[in-house]
C-alpha cells in the first residue's frame, strides 16, 4: 500500500517539475515549486484532480506574470521620472561608468521605453531588447549599448 502511494506520489511530483521547468518566468516558478509541495498532499487519486491542479497552475502563472508586467511598467514611470534615481540604481547596479553613460544617453532610453507601456505583456527581455536596440540605432558602441541595457534589466529584476 505503502509502495503504491510513493509511486503516485512521485508521478505527481515529476508531472508538477516537468510543468514547471516549461514555465519561462522565474518568479512564478520559484512561487510555484513552493505552492507545490503543498498542492501534492492535497491530491486524491484520481485523474480528474490531478488535471484540474494543473489547469490552476497555468492560471496561475498568468497571473504572476500580469503582476510582473504591472511591476515592469511602474518600473519604467520611475525611470522616466526619475532621470537621476535612476542612475543611481544603475550605479548600483553596474558601477559609476555605465550611469554616466546612462545619464548621457537618458532620452534615447526613456525614448526605447516609452512603446512597451503599450504592451499587454512585458518580458524582462523585451525591455533589454528594445533598450540596446534603440541605442546601438543611434550610434552608441555595441559594448556600452549592452551594458545599460543589462543594467536597467537587472534594475528591474529587484522588482520583479
Do not use: C
Amino acid at each position: 500500500m505503502k509502495k503504491v502511494m510513493i509511486k503516485q506520489i512521485r508521478a505527481i511530483l515529476s508531472s508538477f517539475i516537468i510543468i514547471s521547468i516549461i514555465l519561462t518566468n522565474a518568479m512564478s516558478t520559484t512561487v510555484f515549486a513552493s505552492s507545490e509541495i503543498q498542492q501534492t498532499k492535497e491530491l486524491s487519486k484520481s485523474n480528474k484532480s490531478i488535471k484540474q491542479s494543473q489547469k490552476d497552475n497555468i492560471t496561475f502563472d498568468y497571473q504572476a506574470k500580469g503582476v510582473s508586467t504591472k511591476i515592469i511598467k511602474a518600473a519604467i514611470k520611475f525611470i522616466k521620472k526619475n532621470r537621476h534615481a535612476a542612475a543611481k540604481v544603475v550605479e548600483r547596479v553596474s558601477g559609476k561608468t555605465v550611469a554616466k553613460y546612462f545619464l548621457k544617453y537618458y532620452d534615447k532610453v526613456v525614448q526605447a521605453l516609452d512603446p512597451l507601456l503599450s504592451w499587454v505583456y512585458i518580458p524582462e527581455q523585451a525591455v533589454f531588447d528594445a533598450v540596446r536596440r534603440k541605442l546601438v540605432n543611434v550610434g552608441v558602441s555595441e559594448e556600452i549599448a549592452v551594458n545599460i541595457a543589462l543594467a536597467i534589466k537587472e534594475g528591474l529584476s529587484w522588482f520583479v
